[in-house]
Nanobody
């Protein structure tokens, strides 16, 4: 059973940085797509970044390209999201997710991953 636990959220001023962590338990090697999603107040959940474990391919939403970086530490079985130059519009609950498949769901704007964490709140003030 795959379990995901996020941490690292908090409150920062615009222009600041945060690093989110997702501790992964259970088998998630090989044909898995790991992703970060977010849901802001009154908004639908949206994909932020994804990482395909087979070849290390990464994918980003246009709104975060050049500012966010997704990575994974295999030894610690932890997924990260480094967020730089944060903006007020980045304010949201951030979720870690996984699916035993490639990342086509993320690339096509879908959010139907099979495993989800409970989320960590990120608040960016202007």
């Amino acid at each position: 059973q795959v379990q995901l636990v996020e941490s690292g959220g908090g409150s920062v001023q615009a222009g600041g940085s945060l690093r989110l962590s997702c501790a992964v338990s259970g088998y998630t090697y090989g044909n898995y797509c790991m992703g970060w999603f977010r849901q802001g107040p009154g908004k639908e959940r949206e994909g932020v970044a994804a990482l395909y474990l087979v070849d290390g391919s990464t994918y980003y939403a246009d709104s975060v390209k050049g500012r966010f970086t997704i990575s994974r530490n295999n030894a610690e079985n932890t997924l990260y999201l480094q967020m730089n130059n944060l903006k007020p519009e980045d304010t949201a609950m951030y979720y870690c997710a996984a699916i035993r498949d490639n990342c086509y769901r993320f690339v096509t704007g879908r959010t139907d991953f099979t495993h989800w964490g409970r989320g960590t709140q990120v608040t960016v003030s202007s």
